[in-house]
T-cell receptor
Framework: DADVTQTPRNRITKTGKRIMLECSQT?????MYWYRQDPGLGLRLIYY???????NKGEISDGYSVSRQAQAKFSLSLESAIPNQTALYFC???????????FGPGTRLLVL | SQQGEEDPQALSIQEGENATMNCSYK?????LQWYRQNSGRGLVHLIL?????REKHSGRLRVTLDTSKKSSSLLITASRAADTASYFC????????????FGPGTRLSVLP
């Protein structure tokens, strides 16, 4: 969905490095989410934000942090990347009162 | 913990046949959604069914929900090669998005 963009699309990094994944949206949605996808496990929620001042941990927040710089921007950071954080990361947005989520194209991260 | 579990994990059919995928979940829900993911891309919302609904249609898609059995099915009729993708059910216990849980998905292959 071109309304939700993620950068970078692919990233290879080494253990211990700090990595930031960025998400931008033009849908005007207040709510934004970060998920990771691993083979056979579906998507798991890392963090979510219902507005600029509201940040909440999801199911698997350990090892991750986020920043909501503006309504349209939500960044995910790995302070010290480790190999088991190798995964496909998705950003999503939704409108308050509507449960449908709109996903970005994903960032494929490989931690060596 | 995963709320939704799709069945089968993988399904291979011929073009023109119908494809049925099932989703089971464990706790009471507010709504259930089905998403499609083409290989390596973001998820796309297909259809939402609320807990007080039993069946919904959208084009070639038919979704049923049986809250007594805590299960849902997605039927794709007259399948096409372009339907080849992974299909995920996602359950929500409210309308706010923080309890939105995806299953591991069913990988559908439609052979020409």
């Amino acid at each position: 969905d071109a309304d939700v963009t993620q950068t970078p699309r692919n990233r290879i990094t080494k253990t211990g490095k700090r990595i930031m994944l960025e998400c931008s949206q033009t849908k005007g949605h207040d709510r934004m989410y970060w998920y990771r996808q691993d083979p056979g496990l579906g998507l798991r929620l890392i963090y979510y934000s219902f507005d600029v001042k509201d940040i909440n941990k999801g199911e698997i927040s350990d090892g991750y942090s986020v920043s909501r710089q503006a309504q349209a921007k939500f960044s995910l950071s790995l302070e010290s990347a480790i190999p088991n954080q190798t995964a496909l990361y998705f950003c999503a947005t939704s409108d308050p009162g509507r449960v449908t989520q709109y996903f970005g194209p994903g960032t494929r991260l490989l931690v060596l | 913990s995963q709320q939704g579990e799709e069945d089968p994990q993988a399904l291979s059919i011929q073009e023109g046949e119908n494809a049925t995928m099932n989703c089971s979940y464990k706790t009471s829900i507010n709504n259930l959604q089905w998403y499609r993911q083409n290989s390596g891309r973001g998820l796309v919302h297909l259809i939402l069914i609320r807990s007080n609904e039993r069946e919904k249609h959208s084009g070639r898609l038919r979704v049923t929900l049986d809250t007594s059995k805590k299960s849902s099915s997605l039927l794709i009729t007259a399948s096409r090669a372009a339907d080849t993708a992974s299909y995920f059910c996602a359950t929500a216990t409210d309308n706010y998005g923080q309890n939105f849980v995806f299953g591991p998905g069913t990988r559908l292959s439609v052979l020409p």
